[in-house]
Structure formats: structure tokens, C-alpha cells
């Protein structure tokens, strides 16, 4: 062996130089080998971190290196140093110009950029691409299960229709469906990455498989039902902008609407009063069927006659009472059941109803893997009807569903003996008082609230109140 120094030792038998740097305890290993392109362009030579201050140490971790660089050049692997955040860069770029190309939408390189930008760069950022391991993946996801509870809201800004708009990101616990579609993200840049041999097929580590199927949300107990009636009613009565009270009042009709049919939301705000049939309730009262057609439906298949719960015909009533108060004018066939004052589609309703949850604590599901929305009234209804022990056959026609979905993302009862148990009289949906003109008016038909709610309602319209000023 020679050319032996206090700061370098060179191998006579590899070539193999281990070197130390100024300012550093550790030794580097600088390894020459032939190879191409799969080395580098530095006259074939790459470096290793041996992570050892002890010479001899370091010695037999610079031969140990020297063993798999060759064993990787061997196999056809690529042994430059591959950091993930350079990777991810360049596999953007390329994106990016078959997107200016027309060979890819717009939207999928966005959706892209927010995957790898936002959890894997920042995840991966100390790994090298081909070192990336299944046991990585397992950890990559807890981080990413768990995001929603380790970082808090942030502003983004995006362009969209040419615009620039700048927004608070709340981040939230991710679906399944959502989860699915990041990891096809990754999946693609290993894809791009082997295409460019960065790394070989063999060096592409797995993601563990997601449990279940789709994206269950949660559903309501009969407490929480009654929750959230008395918030969203208090929440209308202490309003004191009255533009503000249109939107609240359907959002409080539309929850009901979901509550007493058990319709999807998709489908509830595609409703036409044309789409109401003349018959009767559950408990064979007058009132109102609903005849959901295939342009109502994200699948054909889930068109039905929609047999509602006692109350919906003063439900429809009520509604109507809306757009006579508000809007100064009765409604038409062709009007959508809920719209905008200029009579267009509602299709954005999950805000007003979220901001309701936050009111009445239940938006933070505490790490559970259901989500409370809109959806949870449609759980909701599925699960008091078994509890009424009504035939699945009926509650699956009238939800226009499959029993295997029914029973597994639908009902929500612990097991047989639990619906046994709590059985419920048929058919007793529980509905507060809803007419328009308590509402309008502010007559308080409820108990007095208790003071934890007197003290939420006081902040919240507290906070209500400055957002108004700063938006005007």
C-alpha cells in the first residue's frame, strides 16, 4: 500500500482512495471505475461516505463499497449518486414539456407537482432514489396517514384559468381513493427513472397494501344528529347579515333532505321539483317520491323510485318558503330543488357544512379513519334503518345500492346483537322544529343552549364577524 497521509490513504491493491476533508471526522471513500454513463463523467469516478472516523474501519468499508459498486455496475445498475430531490426535479421537467407538448393535461402535472412537492420531496429529501426501501414505504406512509395532525394550515398559491389564487391549505386525513392516486405518482417517477437507467426494475421497492376498499365516512349517532340540528339552527337565529342566512338555511334543508331519503349529495344537488312524484312516505303518509333518473347518477344503475321518511313533504314546503322569502319569486318545475339566487345548480355546498361541524366540535375525528361530511347523513340513514331492523332489500332499493356495499361501508352498528339491542321504533327520524319563519325571525323554539354552546356560538360569530370586515 502507498501514499499513506494523515488525511489520505490510497489502496494499492483497489483503486480505492479514502480521503479525509477538511472539517471532518469521517472518511470518504473516491472509487474509480469504468462503466459510462452508469459512473459519472469525472474520469469514472464516484464517492462514498464510509461514515467511519477509525482508519481501519474505514479501510474495510471502502472495500465493502468498492464490492457493490461493481456488483451494481455488473447488473446494469446506475451507481451515480441519484439524490430523490434531484430526481423528482428533472422527472417534473420532462412532465412539464409533454404537458407544453399537448401529450399530457395540464391538471395531472398540477396534481403532480402537490405530491411531490408537498409530502415526498420533503420525506425523501436525504434518500438516494435506488436506496429507497420497501421498510421506506411502511415509514412513508404513517407520515403521510399522520400529516394532518403534524402540519398545520399553510397558504398556497396555484394558477388556475390564467388567474393567480392564493389560499389556506387545511390539511385533512387522506382517503384511500387519495392515498392511491399519490402512490401512482411515485410509482410513475420509478417508472421514468428505470426508463432513464437511474435504477433497474429490481431496485423499485413496493408500497404495503392499503386496507379495505373506497372511502368510507363516518355516521352520526342519534346525539350527534340532534347536535348538529341545534347548532345549525342557533347558527341561522344569531345571524345578523341577512344575506348570510339564505345559504345557512339550505344548508341546514340539504342535511335534512340527505337525512330523510338517503340520497347521495351528487345526486340531491342535480334534483329538478319535476323530479318529485306524488305518493306517499314510509308510514304511508302523502307526500313525496323522488325519481331519480340516470342523468341524476354517477351510474346508471343507481336510478330508482326514492321512498322518503315521514316529514319530507313539510321539508319540500319549506324549501319552497325559501326562495319566496329570499328571492322573491315561486318556484318552477324546472328550478333546481336547491340553487343559487340566479337559479343555477348549488355545487358547492360542503364549506357552509363543515364550518357547522367546526361549531359543533365534531370536525376533528381525533385520527379516526371516517370522515364526518355531508356523505355521513346518507351512513346516517342506512344505519337507523337497521336499527328499525327494516329488510336490507328495502334499504338497498331505496339507496340504490349493492348488499355488499351496504353492509360494508353503510352500516355502521357493531354487530346484530348492538342492532338487537338498541332497536328503535320504525321509522322515528329525529327532526327539530325547521320552519322558515322561526328561522327567519329568530324565534328560538329550542331549550336554552347550555353555556359551553352559548360561549362556542359567541366566538364563532365573534370570528364570523372579522372575516366579514376583512372581506369587505
Known amino acids: 500500500m502507498a501514499g499513506q497521509g494523515s488525511d489520505e490513504y490510497v489502496f494499492d491493491d483497489i483503486p480505492v482512495v479514502l480521503r479525509r476533508k477538511k472539517g471532518r471526522n469521517t472518511w470518504t471513500a473516491r472509487i474509480t471505475l469504468s462503466g459510462g454513463k452508469r459512473v459519472s463523467a469525472d474520469a469514472g469516478r464516484i464517492e462514498r461516505g464510509t461514515g467511519e472516523a477509525n482508519l481501519d474501519r474505514a479501510k474495510n468499508r471502502a472495500r465493502e ?176 347579515h341577512e344575506p348570510t342566512k339564505r345559504p345557512w338555511i339550505l344548508c341546514h334543508y340539504m342535511m335534512m333532505f340527505i337525512y330523510l331519503t338517503g340520497c347521495r349529495p351528487s345526486e340531491v344537488k342535480k334534483l329538478r321539483f319535476s323530479d318529485l312524484v306524488e305518493g306517499f312516505d314510509t308510514q304511508g303518509g302523502v307526500s313525496f317520491g323522488i325519481d331519480l333518473k340516470p342523468r341524476h347518477c354517477k351510474n346508471k344503475k343507481h336510478a330508482r323510485i326514492v321512498v322518503p321518511l315521514a316529514g319530507f313533504a313539510s321539508l319540500l314546503s319549506e324549501i319552497q318558503k325559501v326562495y319566496r322569502h329570499f328571492d322573491k319569486h315561486d318556484t318552477e318545475p324546472s328550478d333546481y330543488i336547491f340553487h343559487n339566487p340566479d337559479g343555477t345548480q348549488i355545487k358547492k355546498a360542503n364549506r357552509s357544512f363543515r364550518t357547522l361541524l367546526d361549531l359543533a366540535g365534531m370536525r376533528d375525528t381525533g385520527g379516526m379513519s371516517e370522515e364526518l361530511a355531508y356523505y355521513s347523513w346518507r351512513h346516517t340513514y342506512a344505519t337507523e334503518r337497521a336499527y328499525e331492523e327494516v329488510p336490507a332489500d328495502k334499504v338497498r332499493r331505496w339507496m340504490g345500492t349493492s348488499f355488499r356495499m351496504l353492509e360494508r361501508f353503510y352500516l355502521h352498528a357493531e354487530n346484530d346483537r348492538d342492532l338487537r339491542q338498541e332497536k328503535q321504533e320504525p321509522f322515528s327520524p329525529i327532526v327539530l322544529p325547521f320552519h322558515l319563519q322561526n328561522l327567519v325571525t329568530g324565534e328560538d323554539m329550542l331549550p336554552p343552549p347550555d353555556l359551553e354552546t352559548a360561549e362556542k356560538l359567541k366566538t364563532y360569530f365573534a370570528n364570523w364577524g372579522r372575516h366579514k370586515r376583512l372581506q369587505n
Open 65 to 240: 463499497l468498492f464490492a457493490e459498486a461493481r456488483r451494481d455496475l455488473k447488473k446494469g445498475h446506475s451507481v451515480v449518486n441519484k439524490p430523490f430531490k434531484k430526481i423528482a426535479l428533472e422527472f417534473l421537467a420532462d412532465f412539464e414539456a409533454l404537458v407544453e407538448e399537448g401529450n399530457e393535461p395540464a391538471w395531472k402535472l398540477e396534481r403532480l407537482q402537490t405530491s411531490m412537492n408537498r409530502y415526498y420531496t420533503p420525506f425523501f429529501s436525504k434518500y438516494d432514489i435506488g436506496g429507497i426501501t420497501d421498510d421506506d414505504l411502511v415509514q412513508y406512509h404513517r407520515y403521510r396517514i399522520a400529516y394532518h395532525r403534524t402540519h398545520k394550515e399553510e397558504e398556497i398559491t396555484y394558477e388556475r384559468n390564467g388567474k393567480t389564487i392564493t389560499r389556506t391549505h387545511k390539511p385533512k386525513k387522506p382517503s384511500r381513493d387519495t392515498l392511491a392516486k399519490e402512490r401512482n405518482h411515485l410509482m410513475w417517477l420509478f417508472d421514468w427513472a428505470v426508463s432513464r437507467k437511474y435504477l433497474s426494475k429490481t431496485q423499485v421497492p413496493e408500497f404495503p397494501k392499503l386496507e379495505g376498499e373506497g372511502d368510507r365516512r363516518g355516521a352520526f349517532d342519534r346525539d350527534e344528529v340532534v347536535r348538529l340540528q341545534e347548532y345549525s339552527i342557533r347558527r341561522i337565529l344569531r345571524c345578523p
